[in-house]
């Protein structure tokens, strides 16, 4: 059964610098191996690799980071896609989990919209004022992960 993956498509500083890595080989490795993770140990052992390698590494490859874990959370609750409309974060799911779905709505009160127009259904979360994207994703992920 192939991996289930999600795409994560915000307006969001992640990347790797040429001046943080200036060796293209070095950087595309690099690349893959925030691709492949999976939990907060692999995200623990680039960063850890980072800073012995080339240094704390900038803002920019945090986030990069954090969207891969956000990426593989996000595949565990079958969601596929996460976008941002206005002020509005957009995420996409296969399948719809009612009692996850409602533990997370609890939280985020005249907010939280779930939609199933046009077969595909999906969750919005409306982002306050000054609300870091990231956060908010890894809140609603947080509220679903709850038992």
Do not use: W
Not at 28 to 41: E, F, G, S, T
Request: glycine share 6%; charged share 30%.
């Amino acid at each position: 059964m192939p991996e289930k993956d999600c795409v994560i498509d915000l307006p969001i500083d992640a990347h790797i610098p040429d001046d943080y890595i200036e060796s293209v080989p070095q950087r595309l490795q690099i690349y893959r191996r925030i691709a492949d993770i999976r939990n907060d140990d692999d995200a623990s052992d680039v960063i850890d690799e980072l800073v012995d390698r080339f240094g704390d590494p900038p803002p920019c490859v945090e986030g990069l980071i954090r969207i891969a874990l956000l990426r593989g959370k996000a595949a565990s609750h079958d969601i596929y896609e996460i976008t941002m409309q206005g002020d509005k974060i957009i995420f996409k799911i296969n399948s719809l989990d009612m009692e996850t779905v409602s533990r997370a709505a609890a939280h985020f009160k005249g907010r939280f919209v779930v939609s199933a127009g046009g077969g595909k259904p999906h969750i919005s979360v409306r982002l306050l004022k000054g609300e870091n994207r990231l956060g908010l994703i890894q809140r609603v992920l947080d509220y679903m992960d709850k038992e």
